[in-house]
């Protein structure tokens, strides 16, 4: 155990560093920094609530804008939005093209209101090809 008086060793001392923050609901592959300003106070299911920062997108465009906390609504938003962006750039690269029943599923969706409960019962009843 070494004590502040003994000798390093050749140990080079740790500095600190400050980090750009980063949004809390952009996904790991394009995440981008964070706006200070725009806080919002994040409460796990089996963690203690923690004050995070959300890029401009994010904070203008999750569900509960309105509100100061971050919900499993926004988390969800970001998931869908995030896999959405993804099968609209496969599909004008031409690499993925939807099946009909794909289609009638994203029309009858896109007039879905969002709530979890409508979300959860349009999967649910989405044919299994979808």
Same mark, same amino acid.
Do not use: N
């Given at each position: ?10 140990? @080079? /001392?740790?500095?600190?560093? *400050? ?13 981008? #920094? %964070? ?31 309105? @509100? /100061?906390?971050?919900?499993? *609504? ?13 099968? #609209? %750039? ?41």
């Amino acid at each position: 155990m070494k004590t502040p008086t003994s000798r390093t060793y050749g140990a @080079r /001392a740790l500095r600190l560093v *400050a980090v750009a923050p980063r949004c809390h609901l952009c996904p790991d592959e394009d995440q981008a #920094l %964070a706006d200070p300003t725009l806080t919002v106070t994040f409460r796990p299911a089996s963690a203690i609530p923690r004050q995070v920062a959300l890029c401009e997108s994010c904070h203008s465009g999750r569900p509960s804008r309105g @509100r /100061a906390d971050l919900g499993p *609504a926004d988390l969800a938003w970001r998931v869908v939005e995030h896999y959405a962006t993804t099968l #609209l %750039a496969a599909y004008e690269e031409r690499r993925w093209l939807p099946h009909r029943g794909e289609l009638e599923f994203a029309a009858e969706f896109a007039r879905t209101p969002w709530t979890e409960e409508s979300v959860r019962a349009a999967v649910r009843e989405a044919d299994d090809t979808v």
